[in-house]
């Protein structure tokens, strides 16, 4: 709110930066802007080290500030000095600091150290776990159920000499005891070990643990095994929840269901970046997807290229800047900078068009160039020809499959033709009181087609098409056809359409390769739009820790599930139950 000045004027109150005098209408503003303002950083600079010394109650011995003592070389006896005689409450603060210093070193030794140790330390840095780790306890890498993590040795050798430990093992060396089911081998060796190493700014509080049926907490790892475009399965063939047809999510090592908090964080929207907002916020809430991004599977593909990875980058930082904020808001500047030039931020832009170029630019980077045959004789043929060969991470979440058959109205043979989807796109039909299962029951409703040629008898009278869903994806998103185009002028229907919390896709799955598996879903996010075609704005709704949030740009807010069940849905994801 602005203040009146002498000339009777309302005068708008700033803030500025001390660095650079840039103006900002509020704090928040400010701290988010000085994180890279290099003026700013040397001015931070140019304090004096006593005053160093007041601010944090401790004598840094000649170190000025925080920046500067990422900048130095690492020395690992005094971080453990520094550490042991801080206080308790600048402890973990001071741990985090030589932690991401620390993990960025290169050297020729890494070490194995115990995933669930691992994952507690992370929960204490990150300001998650308020008690102090206890040693390390490497034996724990004896059960079936412990991982173990690679770590360089300047950083084993600061966390060894902070907590102790009972066994130290390098690399390459195995722990005898620790046996696999029908196999006597060490499950240590290198081909099955993760890896923190090379791993570019990355914050503790992306390894959030996930619980075990054991009530365990284990740190999550993409497996090294993973390392071709085409890669093999992880086999897990006791598990009735993946099916043998559709086990791409297994092949990349992605685990089901939550394996961290995703804490309820806006994000900064300075121009029209609210459809990129929305689907930022949808996508987060997917598990699986945050974390591959944020374990950058994509990087153990054969014949990696940094270049060649753009998108699943950007992707990965923004993931990454999301899950590591500790404000209000994020800015995951670097993905809204790398889609200006097909969104441009100065237009109203579609969330569904955003989605779609964002799903393809990922696909186009992580599937091989694939020559499609034609000819499949059935849906399961065709099914496992497509789940075999498209691996991406997007496949392995969203990609389902569908039949259109166009029965001839001259000699009445049916033609089918196979089809992936990764989004159904339901119409809207004009009526009173709408449901969301009428809209799908619209979907696979028989359709007339007037122009149609028939490859059987070359006859042009038309046909009838049917379309059947076969194989419905982890997760399944629905989009609303509210926005039409005819001819010049565009339109939006604005009819409100209910949707419940759950639902079963049984009825509508005629013919499906998916035996055993759940068609019970769950709903996880909507994607919101609301005004005009022309003037309209873009929420997102998602169940966060069994909770519903509105995510309306920087303002996350809890709602209640009527207010939410009330919005005017675009996009809904609905996530089967059994993940």
């Known amino acids: ?109 890494k070490y194995q150290i115990s995933g669930k140790w ?89 390894f959030k643990d996930a619980k075990s049926p054991k009530g365990t907490k284990e740190f999550i790892i993409i497996p090294q095994s993973v390392s071709t475009k085409t890669p093999g399965s992880l086999s897990n063939s006791q598990d009735p929840l993946i099916s043998k047809k559709n086990s791409n999510l297994e092949r990349l090592g992605l ?19 609210c459809f990129m907002n929305a689907v930022m916020q949808s996508l987060i809430n997917i598990p699986e997807l945050s974390q591959y991004f944020l374990q950058q599977g994509y990087r153990q593909l054969q014949g990696y290229n940094a270049s060649s990875y753009q998108t699943c980058h950007v992707m990965s930082t923004a993931i990454e800047t999301y899950i590591t904020c500790t404000k209000l ?27 779609i170029r964002l799903r393809e630019k990922i696909r186009d ?26 691996t991406s991470v997007m496949d392995a979440i969203f990609c389902g499959q569908q039949t259109s058959t166009f029965r001839c109205n001259a000699c009445l043979k049916g033609n089918n033709v196979f089809e992936t989807f990764f989004e159904l796109s339901l119409p809207i039909p004009l009526r009173r009181d709408l449901t969301l299962e009428e809209c799908l029951e619209e979907y696979v409703m028989d359709e007339i087609i007037e122009e149609y040629t028939c490859e059987s008898c070359k006859k042009s009278r038309g046909a009838v098409k049917q379309t059947t869903l076969n194989v419905l994806p982890p997760v399944l998103l629905l989009v609303l056809k509210r926005f039409q185009v005819k001819g010049r002028s565009k339109d939006k229907i604005r009819d409100f359409v209910r949707y419940p919390t759950n639902l079963d896709f049984s009825r509508y799955l005629k013919q499906t390769t998916q035996s055993g598996m759940s068609t019970q879903y769950k709903l996880d996010s909507i994607i919101a739009h609301s005004g005009s075609i022309d003037h309209g704005h873009y929420v997102c709704y998602a169940l ?8 309306d740009d920087e303002k996350a807010s809890k709602v ?10 675009y996009i809904l994801c609905f996530r089967r139950i059994d993940l």
Request: proline share 5%.
């Open 1 to 109: 709110m602005g203040v009146v000045c002498s000339s009777g004027k309302e005068e708008t109150k700033t803030i500025k930066c001390e660095g650079c005098n840039e103006k900002f209408p509020d704090e928040e503003k400010v701290e988010m802007h000085k994180e890279t303002c290099l003026d700013a950083q040397k001015l931070k600079l140019q304090l004096k080290s006593q005053e160093q010394s007041n601010r944090l109650s401790i004598n840094l011995q000649g170190l000025q500030d925080d920046v500067s003592l990422l900048e130095v070389s690492p020395d690992v006896d005094r971080y453990v000095t520094m550490v042991k005689n801080s206080t308790p409450s600048q402890r973990p603060n001071f741990e985090r600091r030589f932690f991401l210093k620390l993990k960025e070193e290169t050297t020729t030794d």
């Open 118 to 206: 691992f994952a507690e330390y992370l929960q204490y840095v990150a300001g998650a776990r308020k008690k102090l780790p206890s040693q390390i306890t490497n034996s724990d890498l004896k059960l079936i159920s412990e991982k173990p993590m690679l770590i360089n040795s300047k950083l084993w050798s600061f966390l060894s000499k902070l907590y102790g430990f009972d066994i130290e093992l390098p690399e390459n060396k195995g722990l005898t005891g620790r046996k696999t089911p029908g196999n006597n081998r060490s499950r240590l060796s290198t081909s099955r070990q993760g890896s923190i190493i090379g791993r570019s700014s990355l914050s503790p509080n992306v």
């Open 255 to 273: 685990q089901r269901g939550r394996f961290f908090e995703v804490k309820p964080v806006g994000i900064l929207n300075t121009h029209n970046y």
């Open 329 to 355: 808001y994020c800015n995951p500047k670097e993905l809204k900078q790398y889609f200006s030039t097909d969104f441009d931020p100065n237009q109203q832009q579609d969330a569904h068009e955003y989605l």
């Open 365 to 390: 980077e992580i599937n091989p160039i694939i020559r499609f045959p034609e000819g499949f004789r059935d849906v399961e043929t065709y099914w496992s020809f497509v789940s075999s060969k498209y």
């Open 544 to 551: 966060r820790d069994s909770e519903w949030y509105l995510f």
């Open 560 to 569: 209640d599930t009527d207010t939410m069940l009330s919005a005017e849905a």
